[in-house]
T-cell receptor, first 117, second 110 residues
C-alpha cells in the first residue's frame, strides 16, 4: 500500500492563479481530510469528507473547494490564490473518522508546500 | 469538543523520561484524550489515546487524572528522534473532526 499520496510536493503560485492539490489513498478509507499548517503553528482543518459524494467545512474553508467523487480521491482546489494561502497542506484519511476504536487512527500524507507570491 | 492547554515547549535529556502535561478542565464524560506528534514538517503521527484509565503501548504511556481534567504523556526513555511537536486533543466518541491545537515542542538533547 502507498498510503496517502499528495501531489505536488512543492508549488509556487502567483496571486490570482488557481490550482488543485491532489490527494489519493489506497486503503479504502471512508474519511478524508485537508489541513493547512502555517509556520510555527498547529494544523487547521480546511474540509473533510465522510464518504464519496459528501463533504463538509472545517475550521478555515474560505478560499478553498473540495470534491469527493470517489473513495480514493479528495482534491483541494484554490480558485484565486492569495498570499495568505501560503502554507503546508496535509491530506489525511481514516477508516472510520476520528471515532474511538481500537486500532483506528488517521494517516497523513507527506505534505504539499505552497507559496503564493 | 473540550479545549486543551499545553506548555509551548519543553526540554528533556536523552535517555530520561519525558513527561508532557495537558490540561483539559472542560472535558465531558464522553470525550477521549488523544495524543499525536509531528516530527519536522511530516504529517502527524498517532501515539495513544484513553478515556479514564491509564494506557500504555509500545510508544508511550498516558496518565489521566481521576477527575479527568488533565493528563500526562510519558515517553519513558526519550531519544533524539522523539524531538517533535506533541499535540493533546480531546474528542467526543463518534466525532468526525480532528482539531489540532498548538501543541508542545519537545526538544530532546544529548
Amino acid at each position: 500500500n502507498a498510503g496517502v499520496t499528495q501531489t505536488p510536493k512543492f508549488r509556487i503560485l502567483k496571486i490570482g492563479q488557481s490550482m488543485t492539490l491532489q490527494c489519493t489513498q489506497d486503503m479504502n478509507h471512508n474519511y478524508m481530510y485537508w489541513y493547512r499548517q502555517d509556520p510555527g503553528m498547529g494544523l487547521k482543518l480546511i474540509y473533510y469528507s465522510v464518504g464519496a459524494g459528501i463533504t463538509d467545512k472545517g475550521e478555515v474553508p474560505n478560499g478553498y473547494n473540495v470534491s469527493r467523487s470517489t473513495t480514493e480521491d479528495f482534491p483541494l482546489r484554490l480558485e484565486l490564490a492569495a498570499p495568505s494561502q501560503t502554507s503546508v497542506y496535509f491530506c489525511a484519511s481514516s477508516p472510520k473518522g476520528d471515532r474511538v476504536e481500537v486500532g483506528n487512527t488517521i494517516y497523513f500524507g507527506e505534505g504539499s508546500w505552497l507559496t503564493v507570491v | 469538543d473540550a479545549k486543551t492547554t499545553q506548555p509551548t515547549s519543553m526540554d528533556c535529556a536523552e535517555g530520561r523520561a519525558a513527561n508532557l502535561p495537558c490540561n483539559h478542565s472542560t472535558i465531558s464524560g464522553n470525550e477521549y484524550v488523544y495524543w499525536y506528534r509531528q516530527i519536522h514538517s511530516q504529517g502527524p503521527q498517532y501515539i495513544i489515546h484513553g478515556l479514564k484509565n491509564n494506557e500504555t503501548n509500545e510508544m508511550a504511556s498516558l496518565i489521566i487524572t481521576e477527575d479527568r481534567k488533565s493528563s500526562t504523556l510519558i515517553l519513558p526513555h526519550a531519544t533524539l528522534r522523539d524531538t517533535a511537536v506533541y499535540y493533546c486533543i480531546v474528542l467526543r466518541r463518534n466525532t468526525d473532526k480532528l482539531i489540532f491545537g498548538t501543541g508542545t515542542r519537545l526538544q530532546v538533547f544529548p
